[in-house]
């Protein structure tokens, strides 16, 4: 069965850099079928897609963040993480990762959830 | 990017009834349109991909339709597990975008 499970501080400061992993049981992130997703949600609000990693190492990114964000992968923990650096006050929000089924050029939709992470950015 | 208009935002309803949401893309995308489903603390769960395949597990009241730019999610007669919250999705091009939420409640 496969299952997703975020991991990470739940509290990081202004200016910082957040960092969450997650951890796969029960299908590869070298799977050739999916890209493996971050997507926030803040409280009480809609969802946003950050971006996503296919098991070749090619990245796809939301212009929202791009330029504060990375996603990589750990094929030997069966992991893959998410940095934003620079944070602010708006970046506080639920952090889903999720196995994406994929179509081209990045696009897909995901088919399983981990059950999310709320970090607050806070002093 | 292309914006997902959702309506309505809210609805109340009672069980058994039929509900129907509406998605509203900018652009065309074929049927590049997913559905979710929210509980409160809880992921989305995917119901509907290809606006229209049912996912595995999902009960079969639950359908979708459309194409191009208009898309609808249907539940044919309302549980009391179907009060919630439904976000549609675009998987047509990145980046990936959802719309704003249709919340479902108890009349």
């Known amino acids: 069965q496969l299952q997703l499970q975020e991991s990470g501080p739940g509290l990081v400061k202004p200016s910082e850099t957040l960092s969450l992993t997650c951890t796969v049981s029960?299908?590869?992130?070298?799977?050739?079928?999916?890209?493996w997703a971050w997507i926030r949600q803040p409280p009480g609000k809609g969802l946003e897609w950050i971006g996503s990693i296919y098991y070749t190492g090619s990245t796809f990114y939301n212009p929202t963040v791009k330029s504060r964000v990375t996603i990589s992968g750990d094929t030997s923990k069966n992991q893959f993480s998410l940095k934003l650096k620079s944070v602010i006050a708006a970046d506080t929000a639920i952090y889903y990762c999720?196995?994406?089924?994929?179509?081209?050029?990045?696009?897909?939709?995901?088919?399983?959830w981990g059950q999310g992470t709320l970090v607050t950015v806070s002093s | 990017d292309i914006q997902m208009t959702q309506s309505p935002s809210s609805l109340s309803a009672s069980v058994g009834d039929r509900v129907t949401i509406t998605c509203r893309a900018s652009q065309r995308i074929t049927t590049y349109l997913n559905w979710y489903q929210q509980k409160p603390g809880k992921a989305p769960k995917l119901l509907i991909y290809a606006a229209s395949s049912l996912q595995s597990g999902v009960p079969s009241r639950f359908s979708g339709s459309g194409s191009g730019t208009d898309f609808t999610l249907t539940i044919s007669s309302l549980q009391p597990e179907d009060f919630a919250t439904y976000f549609c999705q675009q998987s047509y091009s990145i980046p990936l975008t959802f719309g704003g939420g249709t919340k479902v409640d108890i009349k």
């Open positions: 029960g299908d590869s992130i070298t799977s050739t079928s999916y890209y």
């Open positions: 999720a196995r994406c089924d994929r179509y081209s050029g990045g696009s897909c939709y995901p088919d399983y």
